[in-house]
Nanobody, 127 residues
Framework: QVQVVESGGGSLQAGGSLRLSCTASGFRLMDYSTGWFLQAPGNDREGITCIHGNGDTINYADSVKGRLTITRDNGKNTMYLQMNSLKPEDTAMYYC????????????????????WGQGTQVTVSS
């Protein structure tokens, strides 16, 4: 059974850092592209990063470039999202996703192209 489970969310002050984890089961991370979405209060879900199955190519939304970093530990079959210099506007539910292809498609930011979703982990940043 394919499953992705997020952890690591929490509440913190602006300027702080946090690392989210996504543990996968039922498939190997290296065989598919995977990524992270966020959903801020009152907004739609949006893709923020996607990593190719081979790990060589990573895409980031402009809004997070330079502050968020996606990494992967193939041995643990776990993906991470390192979040630095957090701002109150980063407050959102963060979701780990699995795509159907090994490469991040041109539409990786669209929710319809994510095949499996985790339950989400909440990040709250206060000023």
């Amino acid at each position: 059974q394919v499953q992705v489970v997020e952890s690591g969310g929490g509440s913190l002050q602006a300027g702080g850092s946090l690392r989210l984890s996504c543990t996968a089961s039922g498939f190997r991370l290296m065989d598919y592209s995977t990524g992270w979405f966020l959903q801020a209060p009152g907004n739609d879900r949006e893709g923020i990063t996607c990593i190719h199955g081979n790990g060589d190519t990573i895409n980031y939304a402009d809004s997070v470039k330079g502050r968020l970093t996606i990494t992967r530990d193939n041995g643990k079959n776990t993906m991470y999202l390192q979040m630095n210099s957090l701002k109150p506007e980063d407050t959102a539910m963060y979701y780990c996703v699995l795509y159907r292809t090994v490469y991040c498609s041109d539409v990786w930011r669209q929710t319809a192209y994510a095949a499996y979703w985790g339950q989400g982990t909440q990040v709250t940043v206060s000023s």
